[in-house]
């Protein structure tokens, strides 16, 4: 779509009106850099980028787009992997970059108040000293902002335990797209009224934009040990994530890796996985000294009478750190593999896992692509990773409709098409497979009532009707047609 | 649908057309709770019982108006637990009731309020549709977040039918240990304990005297217990119970009890009256006559918000005035889920 440069001209001059020519950025090659986030199949750039120093900027920023019918997307550290931050050729990307300050850290109460372009990661590095930490740790927390966290409710590998960014959030400072300021949560536990503030969170920039969040802040463990298991087996290795959680243990992470997985990450990182097994579960412990050699003593002999060939205990903190490292390398190793891979965030029942996995294999088979699948055990949340390659024509498109096809089995398992890396653009075919036309409508009103123009990252997350019944006809569902009450074209 | 589903939905159809409002009702058990709501008795008690638990997916699914004893009870022969400790305030009380009124026990400030253990749930909106949101597993961020919305909203939204459940596993080990000391300085130490790695699941400072619950493997209770020194209560259960129910002494006669949710450092209150500290500090419970006003200024400079929990002859409303623009916005919510407000009318905030 070409820029409507009159338009673009009038946006531009609006918001130099309060900000530093400087940070109005409109030509193509200032623009460009924003053109996609993490999800880069998807590239589009914005027609303004508007980058505030401080929230009166953005406030003014929604207010001038709203006055004009402008729409807006609001973009943290652009390494969203659904293409939330997805720029609109006739919007203007609101990039909360510069707002990266934290505001201050209150060691007695255990909370920080932090700005929406605040690095995960640092939030933790400035608790530190305080013995403190923030607990959710996506594996992206070295670049990944706190304001994108909590527009995408992100979890990590500890979510089981210490919760979702949902879970350990208590305020946040919201910019409605009329340009107000309304504070959710508070001080406290809880909060007057209803529960906006988790209304907010996971809803992927499409209801306001957080301008000022308060975390809290969780005890540093006193320490942690990690129990690697290999099977032959992956439904054995699944029947032993069952009987850790039926022996009443919670561990702070629970992650499965397939074989394919393992023989991508073994050559590259050395971290002592055997690749001769079907599948190897790492399971942590953490806590207290005495909770913790509890703990990693049940596990073992768990992992052992559930068919584990090998089972080892990490001896320090070096070799419970080389465990992980392995795990976390999972995405770049595969990488290694093949010139493009296509990460999938759905989430199922885990009894269902076996099963799910043997339709992955079909489908590998069906598609001619390889799938490595990581697996957040703990929770569900299971990480296909489809290898293809983008210069051969075609393969993309088999790699994503490979994806939705894996989406769908999870919906029919009693699962969910997105766990934790949200909807964007990526998912929204795939929405209309897991819900009715009446939730869509019921998402759509709740839109309306934060922002009636639908000005705010529209198009993302929630599919218009319209939309699904297009889609539909491709996709019948158990014979069934998902809208009948829709016009057909 | 089933015939009970689709004979609510014909209700709300028919109160939605003629515009009567209805007063949803499960057990009864939480009728104090709230302003009073207008309307007719819309009894929902009969749809009940438990759909699926599967202890090993740590997922219980049960219908609205399943007693909450039974389904603890169904969780405890699996050896797991509701971690959010709800109230029951009678044995009436139902699951439905119990996430819409959205309150949380003695474990709130370790294990987590009501809205983090909901997953999913099923409702009727304000024009009688059968709607899902969430699911049965621990993470999706498919679609807006309507199941924790929903939780706390004193019905005004909805009518949960069903709802999904995250499950704890019970503790291994408990233990309750007690000393005397002076409030400000029990509070002092609730925060110090709550910055370490400690299994500390319930504080409470009552009648001068600070409790502190410690849960998890033996051993490790055991060696915190050391740590942290006083006496060990007898009846331990029995104790945090009767501060989860309010049949703790501290809650009798039957003046007004107000419920201050604050930052859990905030200094000594300066009112007049009788309190309990909960949560670590972050909960304050207040027996004053002091007017409603006073009160809510104290908690607004705390961080905080003040409940009228227990009107007590006070005519002030139960919950904390918003500010206009998050007050249009709940308007705006409440407008998109129910349209012809026939739902609790009035119970939250007179607006609505």
Known sequence: ???????QR??????????????????????????????????????????????????????????????????????????GALPLGNGVLLSLAKLKNILAIDAPARTARVQPGVRNLAISEAAAPHGLYYAPDPSSQIACSIGGNVAENSGGVHCLKYGL??????????????????????????????????????????????????????????????????????????EAVANVIAAGIIPAGMEMMDQPATLAVEPFVNAGYPTDAAGILLCESDGTREEVADEIARIEKIMQDSGAHLVRVSRDEAERLKFWAGRKAAFPAVGRLSPDYYCMDGTIPRRRLAEVLR?????????GLRCANVFHAGDGNLHPLILYDANDPGQLQRAELFGAEILKLCIDVGGTITGEHGVGVEKIDSMCVQFGAAELEALHALKRAFDEHELLNPGKAVPTLHRCAEFGRMHVHSGAEKFPELPRF | MDTLIQHFADTIRAATEKRRPLRIRGGGSKDFYGNAAAGEDFDVTGHRGIIDYEPTELVITARAGTPLAEIEAAMRGHGQMLGFEPPHFGGSAT????????????????????????????????????????????????????????????????????????ALPLPQAELTLSCELPRS??????????????????????????????????????AAAKKIGGEEVPNAAEFWSGVRDHRDLFFSGDGPVWRLSLASTAPELGLAGHQMVEWGGALRWLKTDADAGSVRKVAREAGGHATLFRRGGQTAGAFHPLPEPLMRLHRRVKQAMDPAGVFNPGRLYPDF
């Open chain 1, 10 to 83: 009038a946006v531009c001059a609006a918001l130099r009106a309060f900000m530093p020519a400087r940070n109005v950025l409109f030509e193509r090659e200032d623009v460009t850099p924003y053109e996609c986030d993490g999800l880069s199949a998807y590239r589009q750039p914005p027609m303004v980028v508007a980058l505030p120093e401080n929230e009166s900027q953005v406030c003014e920023i929604l207010e001038t787009c709203h006055a004009m019918r402008v729409p807006v997307v609001a973009r943290g550290a652009g390494t969203g992997l659904s293409g």
């Open chain 1, 359 to 367: 339709g992955i294999a079909a489908m590998e088979k069906n598609y």
């Open chain 1, 1 to 7: 779509m070409p820029v409507d440069l009159e338009r």
């Open chain 1, 165 to 238: 960014t949902v879970h350990n959030i208590l305020k946040l400072r919201v910019a409605t797209i009329e340009g107000e300021i309304v504070e959710l949560g508070g001080g406290g536990l809880d909060a007057a009224g209803y529960d906006l503030m988790a209304l907010l969170t996971g809803s992927e920039g499409l209801l306001g934009v957080v301008t000022e969040i308060t975390v809290k802040l969780l005890p540093r463990p006193e320490c942690a040990q990690v129990v690697l298991a290999a099977f032959d087996d992956v439904g054995a290795a699944g």
């Open chain 2, 185 to 222: 300085e029990a509070v002092e130490l609730m925060n110090a304990w709550a910055g370490q790695p400690l299994p500390v699941t319930a504080t409470c400072h009552v009648e001068k005297r600070l409790y502190v619950r410690l849960s998890g493997a033996e051993s490790a209770v055991r």
């Open chain 2, 95 to 166: 699951l439905g009731g119990c996430i819409a009124a959205g309150l949380s026990g003695p474990r709130r400030a370790a294990a987590g309020a009501a809205r983090d253990f909901v997953l999913g749930l099923r409702m009727l909106d304000g024009r009688g549709t059968d709607l899902r949101f969430g699911g049965q597993v621990m993470k999706n961020v498919a679609g807006y977040d309507v199941s924790r919305l929903m939780t706390g909203s004193l019905g005004t939204l909805g009518v949960i039918l069903e709802v999904s459940l995250k």
